[in-house]
């Protein structure tokens, strides 16, 4: 008798896990209860060792501060959301997979590289605040641009998230130098606007190390 309890127990609890499944990814955002899941368990030190390599964009990335800070915590799907909006622009000026990537190398040097170009830089890094300044230098494209940037590092991901406004410029330039469509950002931009100190930056996945 206890036996067939349990069975018709464990049964309901499957039918209840594959109705709400679409609810728990929506509540985790795009990327599902998985990707958070893997985000949490496989967390690694921001330390130069662990962000060596290429690594590839897979999506955008944002968190929200000032006043709508609560909008983290209260609503994956209002986040994911946002990205979704996001994504769409991004791909329209050619940020995509496969055609916009970072590679960090030991000696503290990195690439960006898009559209087929590649714009070479610096980085320091700080573990106590995990971030990472990307220095473009004094010469070149970029000449004197520096973002920083707050780094979350996974075995397999890599976030990074800038102060949107300066992204926004720096995605305007990279987007006028390598070729992209810059048009859409425009419409970025009236978006980033409903959002008072929004970070936005790229999600990114390894490709090598």
Do not use: H
């Not at 707050?150 to 300066?166: E, H, M």
């Amino acid at each position: 008798m206890n036996k067939r309890i349990s069975l018709v127990s464990l049964l309901v609890f499957a039918c209840c896990l594959q109705a709400g499944a679409q609810s728990i990814t929506d509540l985790f955002g795009k990327g599902g209860a998985g990707d958070v899941l893997d985000s949490v368990v496989s967390q690694l030190d921001v330390v130069p060792k662990n962000i060596e390599g290429e690594w590839s964009y897979s999506g955008s990335a944002v968190q929200f501060s000032g006043d709508n800070v609560l909008m983290n915590a209260a609503s994956g799907l209002a986040v994911g959301s946002v990205e979704s909006k996001i994504d769409d622009y991004l791909a329209a000026v050619g940020i995509k997979d496969g055609i916009f990537s970072y590679t960090f190398k030991a000696d503290g040097s990195f690439l960006t590289s898009f559209n087929g170009m590649d714009f070479p830089g610096s980085y320091t890094f700080s573990k106590e605040e995990k971030t990472l300044v990307l220095d473009y230098g004094k010469v070149g494209k970029f000449e004197g641009v520096s973002l920083k940037t707050n780094v979350s590092v996974g075995t397999k991901t890599l976030q990074l998230l800038f102060n949107a406004d300066k992204l926004l410029k720096f995605l305007t330039e990279i987007s006028a130098v390598a070729g992209g469509e810059s048009s859409q950002l425009s419409m970025l931009s009236s978006l980033l606007e409903q959002y008072d100190g929004m970070m936005l930056g790229f999600e990114l996945t390894r490709v090598s190390r």
